[in-house]
């Protein structure tokens, strides 16, 4: 039971490259999340999932998009990448999309845009 | 979005002292959750709150949903080195998203 895994750990792209970060589960959990993290914001929601084929936008969804094809994966991509981008990336997952479930977190995608 | 105020925003204890850190927002949530995350890895969840006035302990830790719905509270007691890290509140309303507080950087002194 891997929980929730991410790759790539680490990525530099030049402006104007896209690219898809990846993320897994493998508990079946119908929930999934992309967040943010910038040095003093804390975490800020990009898209998530309630489940398969069903994709919503969170606080700061523009220059990202997301499908959700199965439960395990949720892939996050990068269109044109700028560097206002270059942040730390977390996908996360819970049980159900009902109150209180709690999110599980990867261990993130550093990405710098230069 | 929703503001979450989180403070302190940092501290500095001595090994043994207890910590009391807390979070506040503009609206109402449904559950509040704590969240600690070490250096180059992502938030590990510690605690999670569903009800108001709900008070629930993990070991030293010891969290309570506030009676508003508006705030939430952590206490560690009793601090070693292995707390250090940043602390993170995070609220879900009625919607499907959660919302995290800025964090609390806590260092400490052996």
């Known amino acids: 039971n891997a929980g929730v895994t991410q790759t790539p750990k680490f990525q530099v792209l030049k402006t104007g490259q896209s690219m898809t970060l990846q993320c897994a589960q493998d508990?079946?959990?119908?929930?999934m999340s992309w967040y943010r993290q910038d040095p003093g914001m804390g975490l800020r929601l990009i898209h998530y999932?309630?489940?398969?084929?069903?994709?919503d936008q969170g606080e700061v969804p523009n220059g990202y998009n997301v499908s959700r094809s199965t439960t395990e994966d949720f892939p996050l991509r990068l269109l044109s990448a700028a560097p206002s981008q270059t942040s730390v990336y977390f996908c996360?997952?819970?049980?159900?999309?009902?109150?209180?479930?709690?999110?599980?977190f990867g261990p993130g995608t550093r990405l710098t845009v230069t | 979005g929703q503001q979450l105020n989180q403070s302190p925003q940092s501290m500095f204890i001595q090994e043994g002292e207890d910590v009391s850190m807390n979070c506040t927002s503009s609206?109402?949530?449904?559950?509040w959750l704590w969240y600690k995350q070490d250096p180059g890895e992502g938030p590990v969840l510690l605690i999670a709150l569903y009800k108001a006035g709900e008070l629930t302990s993990n070991g030293r830790l010891t969290a309570q949903f506030g009676i508003t719905r508006k705030d939430s509270f952590l206490n560690i007691s009793a601090s070693i080195p292995s707390d250090v890290g940043i602390y993170f509140c995070a609220g879900q309303n009625t919607g499907n998203q959660f919302y995290f507080g800025t964090g609390t950087s806590l260092t400490v002194i052996p």
């Open positions: 508990m079946n959990h119908e929930y």
């Open positions: 996360a997952s819970s049980r159900d999309r009902g109150f209180g479930y709690e999110q599980y």
């Open positions: 999932s309630v489940g398969a084929g069903i994709t």
């Open positions: 609206s109402i949530f449904n559950t």
